[in-house]
């Protein structure tokens, strides 16, 4: 078996081991693999996400996260921590007092775990506009003159040891896959290889790997096989009743292509779609729903 899957589930397995050392193993293990999913993932980890509006982030990283306030009253009194009521705002709004998508890397999270003893050891300040907007809305009879969020140091030791667990079981998934016939992850055989990426994305969520396996890695989506299909989409979190509304687009598209009501009907149920047990992206699920439906119509190989 490869030196470098059993290096990184040596790392993985230690708590003591540093986290972007075991990230850039995965980039090493990515290249071998040729995967483009692993290699992005392990980039955005190491070196934080750029965009907290973006679906990429991974949803072990959008985690809860109260709003408090600085507020003057009557009499010049001041209220220096008030909690903000997420109800009391706008619902668009709404999130900015209920969760918070952390984008650090690993490292900066690793940091303030270790260096910092308070309980709000990250904070996410609101935009002037918007505490301007709100200054006299939260709280009757007084003014908002600041707000932020705070993330607790449990929440962040929770999100690094999502990125670890992940990384564990991945390596293990591969090497289970694999067996213990190769030395070198370049020889890994075709039929092998798309069995890998389908771990890749079971763990990491992300578009389909090319080939005839759905994400979970284990069932085959064979050209006009309608169980096989179905299989596929019962695992990635659809019920009968879905199934049976797929049923009805086919019908209407004609039985032999991708026609408007299936696109309709893949828009409709990328929402609900489940990888590795976690709810991806609507554009993850979308991608992922018109590759099995282009499988199922022989128009992917």
Known sequence: MSALLDDIIRLAQDDKESLPNLLRKCLILASELRDSRLKEWA????????????????????????????????????????IIIPAVMDEKHRHLAETVRIIQSVSSLDDLVKTHNTQGVLTASWPPNLVAYYQTRLWEGWVCHAAWQEVPKNTLVQVLDSVRNITLRMAVE????????????????????ERVKSVVVNNLGGNVAVGNLDASGSTVIIAGDRKALDAALTKAGLDKADLNELSDAILVDGGSKLGSKINEWIQSKAGKVIA??????????????????KLHYGLTK
């Open 43 to 82: 980039n955005q980890e190491l070196d934080g996400y750029e965009n907290p509006r973006d679906e990429q982030v991974p949803t072990y990283r959008v985690v809860h996260a109260d709003a408090f306030g600085t507020f003057a009253g009557p009499f010049h009194s001041w209220s220096k921590n008030h």
């Open 174 to 193: 591969i090497k289970s896959e694999l067996g213990t016939s190769y030395a070198n992850l370049n020889l890994i055989k075709p039929d092998e290889m």
């Open 276 to 293: 590795g047990g976690v709810k991806v992206g609507v554009s993850i699920g979308q991608n992922l729903l018109t590759e099995w439906l």
